[in-house]
């Protein structure tokens, strides 16, 4: 390609939305274009790279049996309303309707749509195992959609879906597409670790998220350097310190003005925060069959921990959380700032699973200025969930062995779902096994954002001057550079003889024959971040032939002009060993 037919243009700043480096730098190197709020177009380099992340990945879930299909993006709501989670998913869901009235969907994930497929095609135990899988676009209405393609509305992931006819089929599958999936990332030359997740909306028995470790990451993980025990911090676990029995005291009601929170409350009686009972309030959207109910929750954990909401909406099964208001804490007998338990009405009582065995705690007394002490679980109220709803912290002690839990930040790239008939029932989907009999197909849905893996990579390969592709995913494999000049013709034909060459021997090329300056056309090639850079000019000529460059190496080699063609073909697989 010649960029002087390149519909593309690079840019000397990053326009101000700009939050991440590789946000930015794929807009400067003329990659991508932003349309609205996590939508964005993208431009033919990008194109071109994410074709290659596509076919990795088609290459390695066909190897392991792997079918490719298409599934449509727009979906009908019957099918998400039989599977239940039309109610159970919030405003994320793009819901609209067709022209005739009917509840349609923007596909945010394709679980519904396989189990459909599945109902009208698998009749026989001998049609199963299965493995189907679709490369689509998707659509997620976040309300906050940021870092460029790394937290997008609009989106393209991988779909693959296992179909079983047992437990252990799904098994071998999900042990199948783990270890597919870090040979895809590792192909695609980015570092991750597989850790466990949470289900989620999409629901099952067991899953596990794949993270690239990036200071601007959304997910914090947790994990322990003795043992490996690592997971995100919406379900780590740490081991709970159980506190030493006493006997337990009487109520006692205490003034304490002006100690609406745990630190100043903890100052006042000169105790530790770890005697006192916090209260949260919110407001759950739970859903109930087809009907969606609003709930009161009162969550009490202790004073130095903090409530995790992902726990909490598990442990309750709620879609939605908001914090509650003091109009709604009051109507439900209690007082904000000195809230208690003791006596609360019209909740849903929920404490962390330490609450029952901490005795003797300072809580609220539902009225402004005072608390009690001596709060004991069970003697004085009771709860209607007990669930472990505190979050995991940097310090914790490890569930697994009891060593200090480290933290850092991560983008999640890849997610696989053990779903096992958590679709197939409600939607109908059996088969006939050997011996007649009716029996659930067995469902497993592994995913990776090809949009979000490619950001990735742009922000684990790049430096202050722009992009370094790895080989694998570069939009072109070379970069060739023509500095004419104004007393001879030479490098111009050469330059054009060596980009013929490139393309008849099946070599990628970006041939930037533009009239730029020199300083331009290297600024260029270093944002875009091409792997090979080659340079025809007069005084490589008169040096002895082309200047060979690697992209991320500051290095440069004259190479004699009829060894070029070889050269750019040993360092093309030199770097494809490198990575695969």
Known sequence: MRMSQLFSSTLRESPSEVEIPSHGLLLRAGFIRHLAAGIFTYLPLAHRSLNKIENIMRQEIDAIGGQEITMPV????????????WYQIGPEMGRFKDRNGRDMVLGMTHEEVVADLVRREIRSYRQLPALVYHIQTKWRDDPR????????????????????????????????????????????????????SDVGMMGGQMA??????????????????????????????????????????????????????????????????????????????????????????????????????????????????RPAN???????????????????????????????????????????????????????????????????????????????????????????????????????????????SKKPVIMGSYGISSSRLRACIAEAHHDEKGLIWPITVAPYQVHLLVLPSKDSPQPQTLADDLYQQLFENDIEVLYDDRDERPGVKFNDADLIGIPIRLTISQRSIQSGGVEFKLRPMPEKNIIPSGDIVEKVFNEISALQVLIE
């Not at 727009?74 to 989670?85: D, F, G, K, N, Y």
């Not at 437990?167 to 870090?182: K, P, S, V």
């Not at 909740?347 to 609450?355: G, M």
């Open 145 to 196: 959609p940021r870092a460029g393609l790394i937290h997008a509305r609009e989106f393209t992931m991988l779909d693959s879906y296992s179909l079983d006819s047992d437990l252990d089929g799904l098994d071998r599958q999900y042990r199948l597409h783990y270890h597919t999936y870090f040979n895809i990332f590792n192909r695609c030359n980015l570092p991750v670790i597989a850790i466990k």
């Open 326 to 436: 003091d109009a709604e804490i009051r109507a439900s007998g209690a007082e904000p700032g000195y809230a208690s338990p003791v006596g609360s009405r019209d909740a849903l009582v929920v404490v962390d699973d330490l609450i029952p065995h901490s005795p003797n705690l300072v809580a609220g007394s539902n009225e402004n200025g005072y608390h009690l002490l001596n709060v004991n679980y069970d003697r004085d109220y009771q709860a209607d969930v007990i669930a472990d709803i505190v979050t995991a912290e940097q310090g914790y002690p490890c569930p697994e062995c009891t060593q200090p839990l480290k933290s850092a930040r991560g983008v999640e790239v890849g997610n696989i779902f053990k779903l096992g008939d958590r679709y197939n029932q409600s939607l109908n989907c059996f088969y006939l096994d050997k011996d007649g």
């Open 208 to 321: 596990h998220e794949f993270i690239y470790f990036t200071p601007i990451g959304e997910d914090m993980i947790i994990s322990c350097d003795s043992c490996g025990y690592a997971a995100n911090q919406q379900i780590a676990r740490f081991s709970k310190p159980i506190p030493p029995a006493e006997s337990l005291h009487d109520l006692e009601k205490v003034s304490t003005p002006d100690a609406k929170t745990i630190e100043t409350l903890a100052n006042f009686l000169q105790i530790p925060k770890s005697k006192t009972a916090k209260a949260i309030f919110c407001i759950a959207t739970i859903p109930s069959g087809k009907d969606i109910i609003e709930r009161f929750v009162f969550v009490v954990v202790r004073g130095d921990m903090e409530a995790n909401e992902y726990k909490l909406a598990n442990a309750i099964q709620a879609t939605q959380l």
């Open 74 to 85: 727009v979906q009908p709501a019957t099918l998400w309303q039989e599977s239940e989670r």
